[in-house]
């Protein structure tokens, strides 16, 4: 029913868990396709020792190219109905597949499906997109957007989403020239098409213990990719409104990447382009920013915080 999707790009010391995660589901009835994008770390030859004697696993390399040819890669290889995504640094419950196989038989016109998620660093959780309804609670065809609008995050993680294969294709899969908000452009191309099915229940922990990741560290490859989904995004609002407020929300986010980045010039031209779009708050930062003043601020704020606390007995 599943041909899972793991691409793989210097995550020697998250695969193993998350391939071992993948192993113990319930529903072993699954094909996995592994792309090593050019990892320098090991990651390959970590992830075929954790693979070595399942025959469901296969693994392929390439010439670093990027996460969305990876994935497309692994699609092109695929050949069961479904194509279930699974990043390597994250890690699934046992009951996942078990579960989106319940409700894809219950909804066969589904060509897209996602269970709740957790963002977890070590055993801290950053962020539960279950708080949105209550778990455990099934949404077809509404509860995207509008949880969007509400969290600070996206409804959904590529690692909890399970997509029709033929419908990702015929779409065109994810777009290869972006380094961030191609999972999200590549989901709203078959929301418009398909039904869609949310499951209110965590079946996937995310992990944000990498220091290099994009949210941490945005590059400019990753800047100018959320560019272009904010362009997307405000582009499709004349038919869906809700997108207008989804777009406006990333224009905010937008402008602190540009500030985390030190980007000066692309923060005074973001400025000038966005100005309608951009709460007082987030202007009052960016000014801050372009003063020189902010980081300095935001180190005295820690050090007075960190005054107040209470001496521990």
Same mark, same amino acid.
């Given at each position: 029913?599943f041909?899972?999707?793991?691409?793989?790009?210097?995550?020697?010391?998250?695969?193993?868990?998350?391939?071992?995660?993948?192993?113990?589901?319930?529903?072993?009835?699954?094909?996995a396709?592994?792309?090593d994008?050019?990892s320098?770390d090991?990651?390959?030859?970590?992830?075929?020792?954790?693979?070595?004697?399942?025959?469901?696993?296969?693994?392929?390399s390439?010439?670093?190219?990027?996460?969305?040819?990876?994935?497309?890669?692994?699609?092109?290889?695929?050949?069961?109905?479904?194509?279930?995504?699974?990043?390597?640094?994250?890690?699934?419950?046992?009951?996942?597949?078990?579960l989106?196989?319940?409700v894809?038989?219950?909804?066969?016109?589904?060509?897209?499906?996602?269970?709740?998620?957790?963002?977890?660093?070590?055993d801290?959780?950053?962020f539960?997109?279950?708080?949105?309804?209550?778990?455990?609670?099934? &949404? +077809?065809?509404k509860g995207? *957007?509008? /949880?969007?609008?509400?969290?600070? !995050?996206?409804?959904?993680?590529?690692?909890?989403? @399970?997509?029709?294969?033929?419908? &990702? +294709?015929?779409?065109?899969? *994810?777009? /290869?020239?972006?380094?961030?908000g !191609?999972?999200?452009?590549?989901?709203?191309?078959? @929301?418009?098409r398909?039904?869609?099915?949310?499951?209110?229940?965590?079946?996937v922990?995310?992990?944000?213990?990498?220091?290099?990741?994009?949210?941490?560290?945005?590059?400019?490859?990753a800047?100018?990719?959320?560019?272009?989904?904010?362009?997307?995004?405000?582009?499709?609002?004349?038919?869906?409104?809700?997108?207008?407020?989804?777009?406006?929300?990333?224009?905010?986010?937008?402008?602190?990447?540009?500030?985390?980045?030190?980007?000066r010039?692309?923060?005074?031209?973001?400025?000038?382009?966005?100005?309608?779009?951009l709460?007082?708050?987030?202007?009052?930062?960016a000014?801050?920013?372009?003063?020189?003043?902010?980081?300095g601020?935001?180190?005295?704020?820690?050090?007075?915080?960190?005054?107040?606390?209470?001496?521990?007995t």
């Open positions: 029913m041909c899972v999707v793991i691409p793989l790009y210097n995550k020697r010391q998250y695969v193993t868990s998350c391939i071992a995660t993948l192993r113990a589901q319930k529903h072993e009835d699954f094909e396709v592994i792309v994008d050019g320098t090991g990651s390959g030859a970590v992830a075929r020792a954790a693979i070595a004697g399942d025959a469901r696993f296969v693994i392929v390439q010439a670093n190219s990027g996460v969305s040819a990876a994935r497309n890669r692994a699609i092109g290889i695929a050949t069961r109905p479904y194509v279930a995504f699974l990043d390597a640094d994250d890690l699934w419950t046992d009951n996942h597949l078990s989106a196989a319940q894809l038989r219950m909804h066969p016109d589904a060509g897209l499906y996602s269970s709740g998620y957790r963002i977890v660093r070590g801290e959780v950053l539960d997109s279950t708080r949105f309804a209550p778990q455990g609670r099934c &949404l +077809v065809n995207f *957007f509008e /949880a969007w609008i509400s969290m600070d !995050e996206t409804p959904v993680a590529t690692s909890s989403t @399970i997509v029709d294969r033929k419908l &990702l +294709v015929e779409t065109g899969a *994810f777009p /290869a020239d972006l380094a961030l !191609e999972d999200l452009l590549t989901w709203l191309k078959i @929301i418009e398909s039904t869609y099915v949310l499951v209110n229940t965590p079946t922990n995310v992990r944000h213990d990498d220091p290099h990741s994009l949210s941490r560290a945005p590059s400019m490859a800047i100018e990719g959320h560019k272009r989904l904010i362009d997307v995004l405000t582009a499709m609002a004349s038919e869906r409104a809700e997108l207008g407020v989804i777009a406006r929300k990333h224009n905010r986010i937008h402008c602190h990447m540009l500030m985390e980045c030190r980007s010039s692309d923060l005074v031209q973001f400025l000038r382009s966005h100005s309608g779009a709460d007082l708050r987030t202007w009052s930062m000014l801050l920013e372009l003063a020189g003043v902010r980081t601020l935001r180190r005295m704020y820690r050090r007075i915080a960190a005054g107040n606390r209470l001496p521990s």
